[in-house]
């Protein structure tokens, strides 16, 4: 027998199976490219993000210093801030500073507008007035909404995780003014190189960074974060107790 004649069954399944698989392929739809999402403009995320902001109930901030720090009376000087904010009329937070050079920290509270302080040295706490109170001007909440209706020439950088959170991290300019709320005096007319991470999902304002002078006393190269979190998380701010 040949060994054509001997092979004949193996090369007929071959030439079977071949055809099978010729048709499978030729039948099976090819995998569709998926069109990418085109990203949004950076006006409508910061239009998107104002409103997410306006909604918010309560949130967690932090506002830290490199190269310099805020001073917001004679001889006082902030460095860092972190706090909890509750809508419409509650705030608490601790500050670190230095006074005429030396370090000082308290704590603040303010309900129904009245604010309190714990002395720098006792602890103990104490009602502040207008007149002596050295963060009379401090309304985290409003200073916020100023920053998202202020920033300008804003565009969108790139996609970026902070922390856990996927932003879209911008870059523009903010006037110098739009920060009193949070620094105090501030020179009316200066320009601020600006950044902000918004987030993609919940549209909140995650961080934004200040870089560059705005008040006459500050140095030329300092730099201003502000993170935010624990959006609209239950939180408790009370009077304290005087003694």
Not at 78 to 106: I, M, R, Y
Not at 159 to 170: D, P, S
Request: with cysteine; glycine share 8%.
């Amino acid at each position: 027998m040949t060994y054509l004649a001997r092979n004949i069954p193996y090369l007929t399944l071959c030439g079977l199976l071949a055809i099978v698989a010729a048709l499978a392929c030729a039948t099976e739809a090819p995998t569709p490219t998926p069109t990418p999402t085109p990203l949004p403009d950076a006006q409508t995320i910061l239009e998107s993000s104002g409103e997410a902001m306006a909604l918010l109930d309560s949130f967690q901030f932090k506002i830290s210093h490199r190269n310099g720090g805020t001073q917001i009376a004679e001889g006082l000087v902030v460095n860092d801030v972190a706090g909890n904010v509750v809508k419409p009329d509650k705030l608490k937070l601790s500050w670190e500073g230095t006074f005429v050079g030396f370090f000082v920290q308290a704590d603040v509270i303010t309900v129904d507008g009245e604010t309190y302080m714990t002395d720098p040295i006792s602890g103990r706490w104490g009602p502040l007035t207008g007149a002596v109170n050295p963060l009379g001007f401090f309304d985290p909440a409003l200073g916020i909404a100023s920053i998202m209706s202020d920033l300008t020439e804003m565009y969108l950088v790139e996609i970026e995780t902070l922390g856990n959170v996927i932003t879209y991290r911008m870059k523009g300019k903010l006037p110098s003014r739009s920060l009193a709320r949070l620094l105090g005096t501030v020179a009316p007319d200066l320009m601020v190189d600006t950044e902000a991470w918004i987030g993609v999902d919940d549209m909140y304002l995650h961080q934004v960074v200040f870089q560059g002078s705005v008040a006459a006393e500050d140095p030329w190269d300092i730099r201003r974060t502000i993170k935010l979190s624990s959006f609209d998380q239950p939180v408790s701010i009370d009077a304290p107790l005087l003694e």
